[in-house]
């Protein structure tokens, strides 16, 4: 499995500016995610991280908002643009791997509380 | 598209007793996955499954792979303290698309 750490673990943002959330591999990996999980809902995509080019955004997340940067095989970073309290969510990374490619490993998430 | 049906929704059972919960989707998936969810954490991988009709054991958790590959369950047995948290199944389509069921919020009185 994969090692993957997130920063930062949370923060507390005012409305209207942005923060940028990290995510390191131990390993290199093709595939990485962005997810948001809402308090007490389950997992929502919200965009797939690809090496070398842009990101793809799922129905209802754009890039203006969610911009991602994915510089290598180890490393990826999704920013939260002009922060509304709508976004306060936990917010996770996670890599494809295993056996078959058919697994998903998750990052610890960053906590996200927007005043 | 593809839905994740996961039941029940939260359980509150008593310590020692044993745990069922299960995930159906509308179209087969290949790969089923059931995680643990910590409060403030990420979710943790439990047990990954393959082909229908695996059975697979990791400790006190059973998982199969359903023989339509269109469902999945976990079972814990004699339920301790520690099991509490949320367990979503998930599962890997055709098209390495992966889907999430909605969890399952597990209580347990010592």
């Known amino acids: 499995s994969a090692v993957i750490s997130q920063k930062p673990s949370r923060d507390i943002c005012q409305r209207g500016t942005s923060l940028t959330i990290q995510c390191q591999v131990d390993s290199q990996v093709t595939m990485m995610f962005w997810y948001r999980q809402q308090p007490g809902q389950s997992l929502t995509l919200i965009a797939t991280?690809?090496?070398?080019?842009?990101?793809?955004?799922e129905s209802g997340f754009v890039i203006d908002k969610f911009p991602i940067s994915r510089p290598n095989l180890t490393f990826s970073t999704l920013t939260v643009s002009n922060m509304s309290p709508e976004d306060s969510s936990i917010y996770l990374c996670?890599?494809?791997?295993?056996?078959?490619?058919?697994?998903?490993?998750f990052g610890p998430g960053t906590r996200l509380t927007v005043l | 598209g593809q839905q994740l049906n996961q039941s029940p929704q939260s359980m509150f059972i008593q310590e020692g007793e044993d745990v069922s919960m299960n995930c159906t989707s509308s179209?087969?998936?290949?790969?089923w996955l059931w995680y643990k969810q910590d409060p403030g954490e990420g979710p943790v991988l439990l047990i990954a499954l393959y082909k229908a009709g695996e059975l697979t054991s990791n400790g006190r958790l059973t998982a199969q792979f359903g023989i339509t590959r269109k469902d999945s369950f976990l079972n814990i047995s004699a339920s301790i303290p520690s099991d509490v948290g949320i367990y979503f199944c998930?599962?890997?389509?055709?098209?390495?698309?992966?889907?999430f069921g909605s969890g399952t919020k597990l209580n347990v009185k010592p």
């Open positions: 179209s087969i998936f290949n790969t």
């Open positions: 998930a599962g890997l389509d055709n098209f390495n698309k992966f889907y």
């Open positions: 996670s890599v494809q791997g295993g056996i078959f490619q058919s697994t998903q490993y």
């Open positions: 991280a690809n090496q070398g080019s842009e990101a793809t955004y």
